[in-house]
């Protein structure tokens, strides 16, 4: 018995159709999914919420910057407290909470809250930019629970998928990227600052011999 009219691979390993009797010439034709529309030329994609989403991180770096400097007077405020020069014997009590008051500030704790409070302002106002960027035109946005990963993952998907659709505006991703950039080159300047000092005030600490 034949087999009923259906798409089959033959012999040589392609697909082709078989009519319930022979095969015949002709190849499946893929199915494919049909592009978004283009929104109008010239439609701008700036809205006031992708740039409170750029910018919210810079509260974050204030509040980081604050932290960082009360950390390090503490790191000193702790070194002076160890006996180098053997005279006197180390303070543990005064030593412990000098080293518990070096992280456990209230720039941490402001830091802490901040960083939840823009994690969640930053999903929201993504939501808001998705409402707005519908309103212009541009179909399927990209989605706004990408911010719960990273604000600059959303910045940068949705960079992509604008463009996909016709739409112009680079200034929030420049920007974004401009603030990333800065933020790890004082960062690492701290850094290097940070220990070069640490380790004068060691060295001077310890008696000529």
């Known amino acids: 018995m034949s087999a009923p009219a259906g798409w089959y691979v033959d012999d040589a390993g392609a697909t082709r159709w078989w009519d319930g009797y022979r095969w015949v010439d002709g190849a499946p034709v893929p199915a494919t999914s049909p592009e978004?529309?283009?929104?109008?030329?010239?439609t701008s994609s700036s809205t006031v919420w992708v740039w409170l989403i750029v910018l919210l991180p810079l509260l974050s770096t204030i509040a980081a910057i604050?932290?960082?400097?009360?950390?390090?007077?503490?790191?000193?405020?702790?070194?002076?407290?160890i006996p180098l020069d053997g005279s006197t014997s180390l303070d543990v009590?005064?030593?412990?909470?000098?080293?518990?008051?070096?992280?456990?500030?209230?720039?941490?704790l402001v830091l802490l809250l901040?960083?939840?409070?823009?994690?969640?302002?930053?999903?929201?106002?993504?939501?808001?930019?998705?409402?707005?960027?519908?309103?212009?035109?541009?179909v399927r946005p990209f989605h706004w629970a990408w911010t719960f990963l990273s604000p600059l993952v959303y910045v940068?998907?949705?960079?992509?998928?604008?463009?996909?659709r016709g739409g112009r505006g680079s200034a929030p991703l420049i920007v974004t990227i401009a603030i990333q950039v800065v933020?790890?080159?004082?960062?690492t300047v701290?850094?290097?600052?940070?220990?070069s000092q640490m380790f004068e005030t060691v060295f001077s600490m310890i008696p000529p011999r």
Do not use: N
Request: proline residues 5%.
């Open 114 to 138: 901040l960083g939840w409070a823009i994690y969640g302002l930053s999903a929201w106002f993504a939501a808001l930019d998705v409402r707005d960027l519908k309103a212009r035109g541009f």
């Open 156 to 164: 940068i998907g949705r960079h992509v998928v604008i463009r996909r």
């Open 190 to 195: 701290w850094v290097s600052v940070f220990v």
């Open 36 to 42: 978004p529309p283009q929104v109008s030329p010239g």
């Open 66 to 81: 604050g932290y960082l400097a009360q950390m390090q007077r503490g790191m000193f405020d702790m070194l002076a407290l």
């Open 183 to 187: 933020t790890l080159i004082a960062l």
């Open 93 to 108: 009590e005064r030593f412990i909470a000098a080293e518990f008051g070096m992280f456990l500030t209230p720039w941490y």
